[in-house]
C-alpha cells in the first residue's frame, strides 16, 4: 500500500467517521441544537441546526467513503469554519479552555481542506468511479469552503450581546 494514499484513506476515514459523530450527536437533540444555536446568535436557528445536521452526516459519509471527495472536504471546511467564526474564536486557541478555544476546528478545517485539495486517493470511490476534479478545482473547491463558511456567518449569525447583570440574575 502506498503510504500517501493509504495516510489520505485514514485521514478521510478518520475525518469522515468524526464529523457523522457529531451530526448523530446534533440529530439525536435537534431541538436542543436550534436553542443553542439561537443562543450563540444564529437566525433561523432551527433551519441552521438541521442544515448542519444534513451537512454533517452527509459531508462526514461522502468523505469517508472517498465520493466527490473535494466537494465533502470543503463542506467539512465550511462547517469548522462556522464553528470558528460563530463560537470558538473567543475563547481562545486551546480547547481546553472556558467554551473550547479554536484549536480542534482549525485542526479539522485545515486537514479537510487538504483533503479537497489532494482529492480523495487512490482508495476512494472517486479513483474507483474515475471522478477527478483536477488540482487545480480541488484547490478552489476546497477555498470555497472557507468562502462558503465565512458567506453563512456573514447572511445568518450575530455575536449575541452579553447579558446584563440584571438579566443573568433572574
Same mark, same amino acid.
Given at each position: @500500500?502506498?503510504?500517501?494514499?493509504?495516510? &489520505? %484513506?485514514?485521514?478521510?476515514?478518520?475525518?469522515?467517521?468524526?464529523?457523522?459523530?457529531?451530526?448523530?450527536? =446534533?440529530?439525536?437533540?435537534? !431541538?436542543?441544537?436550534? =436553542? *443553542?444555536?439561537?443562543?450563540?446568535?444564529?437566525?433561523?436557528?432551527? @433551519?441552521? +441546526?438541521? @442544515?448542519?445536521?444534513?451537512? #454533517? %452526516?452527509?459531508?462526514?459519509?461522502? %468523505?469517508?467513503?472517498?465520493?466527490?471527495?473535494?466537494?465533502?472536504?470543503?463542506?467539512?471546511?465550511?462547517? @469548522?469554519?462556522?464553528?470558528?467564526?460563530?463560537? =470558538?474564536?473567543?475563547?481562545?486557541?486551546?480547547?481546553?479552555r472556558k467554551g473550547e478555544g479554536v484549536e480542534y476546528v482549525n485542526v479539522v478545517a485545515w486537514v479537510?481542506?487538504?483533503?479537497? *485539495?489532494?482529492?480523495?486517493?487512490?482508495?476512494?470511490? !472517486?479513483?474507483? &468511479?474515475?471522478? !477527478?476534479?483536477?488540482?487545480? *478545482?480541488n484547490l478552489l473547491i476546497g477555498l470555497g469552503g472557507f468562502a +462558503?463558511?465565512?458567506?453563512?456567518?456573514? %447572511?445568518? *449569525?450575530?455575536?449575541?450581546?452579553?447579558?446584563? !447583570? #440584571?438579566?443573568?440574575?433572574?
Amino acid at each position: @500500500m502506498n503510504p500517501v494514499n493509504g495516510g &489520505l %484513506l485514514l485521514l478521510r476515514i478518520v475525518v469522515g467517521l468524526t464529523i457523522i459523530a457529531h451530526g448523530v450527536n =446534533h440529530a439525536r437533540t435537534l !431541538d436542543g441544537t436550534a =436553542h *443553542w444555536f439561537a443562543k450563540v446568535g444564529f437566525k433561523a436557528a432551527p @433551519m441552521q +441546526a438541521r @442544515m448542519s445536521v444534513v451537512t #454533517e %452526516l452527509g459531508a462526514g459519509l461522502l %468523505l469517508a467513503v472517498g465520493l466527490l471527495t473535494p466537494l465533502a472536504a470543503a463542506a467539512i471546511v465550511a462547517t @469548522m469554519t462556522v464553528a470558528a467564526g460563530a463560537i =470558538h474564536r473567543f475563547n481562545g486557541f486551546f480547547v481546553f479552555r472556558k467554551g473550547e478555544g479554536v484549536e480542534y476546528v482549525n485542526v479539522v478545517a485545515w486537514v479537510a481542506f487538504v483533503i479537497a *485539495w489532494t482529492g480523495g486517493g487512490r482508495y476512494s470511490l !472517486d479513483n474507483t &468511479l474515475g471522478i !477527478d476534479f483536477g488540482t487545480t *478545482w480541488n484547490l478552489l473547491i476546497g477555498l470555497g469552503g472557507f468562502a +462558503a463558511g465565512i458567506g453563512q456567518l456573514a %447572511l445568518f *449569525w450575530r455575536r449575541p450581546a452579553p447579558a446584563s !447583570d #440584571e438579566t443573568a440574575k433572574g
